[in-house]
């Protein structure tokens, strides 16, 4: 049995310990390696160990990198599936082997002490020699290993050679969900271990929430000193534990770490430490005695260039997004990433789930048969990976977490791992989602469990329950964000999870004709992949926020600002089928209060005033304004405007509101008029305040405060007046005129702009959350191959049956065109006619201008996209875009830019000519057809038309997040009904 199908860890590397810097020397042999690729071991160069070996043939390749980022090699992508036949322990014949050799010289001193060689992760398996002598092997790719190396340094040309596999039998732990890429692919660092110096430490800092204050203790291979300057301790490390007396504890809100270092007589180590003590308890998960609620993310280790050698600047770029988007905190799925990134979370505050690598998914494909995880044989290689995470991450104050791994089922092995961990390290809970019946877990933790599903959870009471994961970003979404916070914030056990994903993993590459792109599976030749699944993040590969991290930002808002008894939810129906509910399907914007001024002309009619979300009665008997969180908010009209109110709801865990600055602003018809600060008390966690907005001045059309808070000063993580929360309140209500009623011919333009005519429009591009629930039912039903069958035109009337061929529901659809000189007026009744199974894509129409009208205003919500179901983040405003920055660039071109409860929209040319469309509706505007979005594959497939294409509707399908969990919730799902939508159309300019 060759070294590569040895189940064991490897051989020759020390004891694991603590990552750490101290003031021994060290040298960084990052850089520039000489290389060479050989499809296999048998094809590998001998001798490559050898000081005489020539390497000038050979390539160069930066240390650290993944070698297929850099032209040898493909990356591959599989999720679940192993790219290799299921037989462990051994792997394919076929296995690239990269051979690295670096020659090196050192001052002379380094030769008079110990030292060590780090590896911090090498990808699948490296032989490691260094000047003839081989130091031994290592598995565990995103794991440490040392090797002892003193002995055999020189002053002059240090030859250091690695040998490094593809494939291992540690490749069948290695089994998550993205690309894989091999090589040296983190830093490599020699360190100087001075005689009498710490090898190792682990510093424990709890924190005594009842006294407020906090315990020391050490763990240290040799006599040491404890100092921290600033509570006024020096101690010899034999003289701990000890009461370090009051301090600031740490939490992932209030960072605080103080500084102090461990000296011996030969080696001082920095130290920032963080006193918090996580405990369970009442079923809760809590941190310094108090419950805390898991606004978090799933983070991979992956660039668009680099592959999974991400750049410190680029880890550092993630955390000051997470924190600029109100999540507190992260899984390090599937493995524990690079060590600085610890720091990171220590340093701006995030809590961590530090997850271990080990993923054996693929054994689910053969029914979990020979599954490590249950294997005997691999027991030590399961210590080995749990002990190597663990020391080498044991002194983090952010980590409230240990997890086992992800998707390796269940088995002995793991069970050893967490019976390890407790036994080395009390002080946290150990966390692995598939131990589905908690028999060696301390908290119970599912993946995208449904909102039915948590709320049945939420009603009992055992552990503390998490979802690892939930929410799925992939493409357009997630949706139903909303409802999980809800069931978070309902029970006590519920707390909250880790959305899937941080980012896309996409390969930045570029076409022939230079056009950048990025590439998932399938796109390098792989025989077996799985396509775009790796492509589910909030953010896009490139760090650019993607609507969905929008959303989420609204939904974790740490402080929230609301009318006075609002209920928070906007339950939005899109009719049932077979009903007819022409009401129920508009958007909120109809679900007025009782004085809405009612649309006039054939505008649907709003709802009665009992609509369940009416805003409540303020004294005087006007209705109360409605303050709304975000997209759940209702047009309240209101006489006066000197008695509004707000709610100001903290929902830290631990921190007040003094790091909070509040404003308003009010704004007439999206343009401000009036802005001033709101002066906040102190609101404890948990706790609320209602405050009275200043008297508002007079406005003239539709009209909104919008509360917004943010910080009051720098933050190490954002600038003062970063945002961090908003709500709006409506003070007057929107007043419709009259539109013109002459009857008109179907136009083909509008005040001489050529048009398609609008016609009725069901389909759109499925977005991958559609795929796998309602993709298919679409086009079964034939809805992106509607026909239109004229019935009859009379005067501006046209009716027509619109329906799928081989089908026998349809819908009647009745064209109504009014209008004068420089206006038309189109009033749409649409009618189902039969069954129609399934949901709808939308409902509205689809027209078409000319290319030059490209430039974009409108009043209703935005900037960003927004759906039935990811609409919190979407506030009413005035917003101007082109038609080309409103598409979302989602990797797989899909169903992207919607904006919604819209009440006009122009659409202009460069010298300010164009259309104006008044109604109340949802649109979409782009240079290709929902067609063309539907069978692109990559954003280059997209080519700009000379028309661009809009489409008003009525509503949209929610998105749901059925690409892996629960679909559109029924309150968001579009189904067939009677509705109408009118729409009125005016020339702009000349
Ligand atoms: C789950 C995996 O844990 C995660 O790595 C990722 O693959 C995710 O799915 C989908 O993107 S496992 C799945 C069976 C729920």
């Known amino acids: 049995m060759s070294y ?47 000081d005489t070996f020539d390497d000038s043939s050979w390539s160069t390749l930066a240390v650290p990198a993944n070698w297929q980022m850099h032209g040898f090699g493909k990356p591959a992508y599989t999720n679940v599936q192993y790219p290799f036949p299921v037989d462990p322990p051994y792997v394919p014949s076929d296995n690239p082997t990269g051979d690295y050799r670096l020659t090196f010289d050192l001052p002379s001193a380094w030769l008079t002490q110990p030292a060590v060689l780090r590896f911090d992760g090498i990808d699948s398996c490296g032989r490691i020699w260094l000047n003839g002598t081989e130091l031994g092997v290592t598995r565990g790719s995103r794991l440490p290993s040392e090797f002892d190396v003193g002995s055999l340094l020189r002053e002059r040309g240090n030859v250091l050679a690695v040998r490094v596999h593809q494939w291992s039998s540690g490749s069948y732990l290695e089994d998550q969900d993205m690309w894989w890429l091999s090589g040296i692919f983190r830093d490599v660092t020699l360190l100087a271990r001075p005689t009498g110096g710490i090898s190792d430490y682990w510093l424990r800092a709890d924190y005594d929430h009842t006294t407020g ?35 600031e504890p740490w939490t992932a809100e209030t960072p605080r770490l103080y500084e102090g270092y461990l000296a011996s007589d030969h080696e001082r180590v920095p130290l920032r430490i963080g006193f918090r003590t996580v405990t369970i308890a009442d079923g809760q998960l809590k941190v310094n005695g108090k419950r805390i609620l898991l606004k978090g993310v799933n983070r991979h280790e992956h660039h668009p260039d680099l592959g999974r050698a991400v750049p410190y600047e680029t880890a550092l770029a993630d955390v000051l997004m997470m924190k600029q988007h109100n999540i507190n905190a992260v899984r390090t799925s599937h493995y524990p990433p690079h060590p600085a990134f610890l720091d990171l979370c220590d340093e701006y505050g995030l809590w961590v789930i530090d997850e271990c690598d080990l993923e054996t998914h693929g054994f689910s494909e053969v029914g979990w048969e020979r599954n490590p995880s249950d294997d005997p044989q691999w027991e030590a290689a399961y210590l080995d990976r749990m002990k190597r995470m663990v020391e080498r991450d044991k002194n983090h104050p952010s980590i409230i977490m240990w997890s086992l791994g992800n998707e390796a089922h269940t088995g002995r092995n793991l069970a050893a791992m967490a019976s390890w961990t407790r036994s080395r390290d009390s002080t946290r809970p150990v966390h692995y989602e598939g131990d589905a019946a908690c028999e060696y877990v301390d908290v119970y933790s599912r993946m995208y469990a449904s909102h039915a599903e948590v709320d049945e959870i939420g009603q009992t009471t055992e552990l503390p329950f998490i979802q690892c994961e939930y929410a799925h970003a992939m493409g357009n979404g997630p949706g139903g964000l909303l409802e999980y916070r809800e069931l978070f914030e309902k029970y006590p056990r519920c707390q909250g999870g880790f959305i899937w994903e941080w980012l896309d993993h996409g ?130 009209s209101l006489g006066a405007v000197d008695n509004l109110k707000v709610v100001v709801a903290n929902h830290y865990d631990f921190s007040g509101l003094e790091q909070l600055s509040f404003a308003w602003k009010l704004e007439d018809e999206g343009v401000e008029v009036a802005s001033g600060i709101l002066h906040t008390p102190t609101v404890q966690p948990g706790q609320e305040v209602t405050l009275d907005l200043p008297k508002m001045p007079e406005t003239q059309g539709e009209s909104w405060v919008t509360v917004t808070a943010t910080l009051a000063k720098d933050a190490a993580w954002a600038n003062a007046n970063h945002p961090i929360a908003w709500g709006q309140v409506n003070v007057k209500a929107r007043q419709q005129t009259q539109g013109s009623r002459e009857p008109r011919e179907v136009p083909r333009d509008i005040g001489g702009i050529p048009i398609e005519a609008p016609k009725l429009d069901l389909w759109r591009a499925p977005t991958e959350n559609d795929k796998p629930s309602d993709e298919e039912t679409w086009r079964k039903n034939g809805l992106h ?100 920055e409103m598409q979302t660039p989602y990797v797989v071109p899909q169903e992207n830019g919607n904006r919604t409860e819209v009440r006009w929209a122009e659409l202009t040319n460069d010298t300010g000519e164009g259309i104006r469309i008044e109604g109340d509706f949802e649109f979409t505007a782009r240079r290709w057809t929902s067609e063309d979005l539907d069978a692109a594959e990559h954003t280059i497939d997209l080519t700009p038309t000379d028309w661009i294409y809009l489409n008003l509707d009525i509503a949209q399908n929610g998105v749901g997040t059925a690409a892996c969990g629960p679909g559109v919730l029924p309150q968001y799902q579009l189904h067939a009904h009677k509705a109408s939508i009118e729409l009125t159309f005016t020339r702009l300019g000349s």
């Open 4 to 50: 590569l199908d040895d189940v064991s860890p490897g051989y020759g590397a020390l004891p694991p310990r603590a990552a750490f810097s101290s003031d021994a020397p060290s040298l960084s042999l990052n850089g520039d390696w000489r290389f060479h690729l050989s499809p296999s071991l048998a094809d590998a160069p001998p001798g490559i160990e050898q």
């Open 213 to 247: 204050r906090g315990y020391l203790s050490v763990e240290v291979d040799g006599p040491a000193w404890l100092s921290i300057p600033e509570l006024g301790i020096l101690r010899a490390s034999t003289d701990l534990p000890i009461d370090a007396g009051v301090v």
């Open 507 to 636: 390969i930045r590459q570029v076409d022939s004709e230079g056009r950048p792109y990025f590439a998932y599976g399938g796109d390098f030749g792989e025989t077996i992949h799985d396509g775009s699944f790796v492509i589910d993040g909030l953010v896009f590969p490139d760090r650019t926020p993607s609507p969905g991290l929008h959303e989420l930002k609204k939904i974790f808002e740490p402080v929230r600002i609301s009318a006075p008894g609002a209920a928070i939810p906007t339950t939005q129906t899109h009719g049932t089928p077979g009903t007819a509910n022409p009401a129920a399907s508009k958007s909120p914007a109809s679900s007025n209060s009782a004085e809405t001024v009612a649309p006039q002309g054939d505008f649907d009619s709003p709802p009665p005033s009992t609509s369940p979300q009416a805003a409540p009665a303020l004294p005087g008997g006007h209705p109360a304004s409605s303050v709304s969180g975000g997209g759940d908010g209702e047009k309240g």
């Open 785 to 884: 191959r509607l026909q239109h069958r004229l019935i009859s035109v009379e005067g501006g009337t046209t009716k027509t049956r619109v329906a799928p061929p081989a089908r026998a529901f349809g819908m009647f659809v009745t064209y109504t065109w009014t209008g004068d000189e420089t206006t038309l007026n189109l009033k749409v009744d649409i009618e189902p006619d039969g069954e129609w199974p399934g949901t709808l894509p939308r409902l509205g129409l689809r027209m078409a201008l000319p290319k030059e009208y490209g430039n974009v205003e409108w009043f209703g919500r935005g900037p960003n996209e927004a759906y039935a179901d990811t609409r919190q983040a979407a506030a009413v405003g005035r917003y101007k875009y082109t038609v080309d």
